[in-house]
């Protein structure tokens, strides 16, 4: 189980880390299911660095986390974060 630290959490991260808290999933597991590093997961949960729009739709599917949570608590004006929307994938579209 992760230490608990005393730093704040980006409104992103603070639902990244309640949906792991609930799952009682490490950071160190988030990131190996997602194939990033635990210092990663960790950057972005205190909104020192911003997830792709990848990262967050892996983690949404992984944690079970509703998008328009996700998509609200990356718009909200405490979020570092330049991404605010999440596309729906488009299955069978060419990349």
């Known amino acids: ?3 608990i630290m005393a730093y704040s959490l980006s409104p992103f991260g603070q ?3 309640d949906g792991r808290m609930a799952m ?4 160190r597991e988030l990131a190996k ?3 990033t590093s635990p210092l990663e997961v960790s950057r972005i ?3 020192e ?3 792709s729009a990848h990262y967050v ?3 949404m599917g992984i944690l079970g986390l509703d998008q328009l949570e996700v998509e609200a608590a990356l ?7 330049k991404l605010t929307r999440i596309a729906q994938p488009q299955y069978g579209a060419q990349q």
């Open 33 to 35: 299911m997602i194939g």
């Open 57 to 59: 739709v892996l983690v």
């Open 45 to 47: 949960e205190r909104g």
């Open 75 to 81: 718009s909200t004006p405490e979020s570092p974060y």
């Open 1 to 3: 189980m992760d230490t």
């Open 24 to 27: 009682t999933m490490t950071k």
């Open 49 to 51: 660095k911003e997830p």
């Open 15 to 17: 639902l990244c880390f």
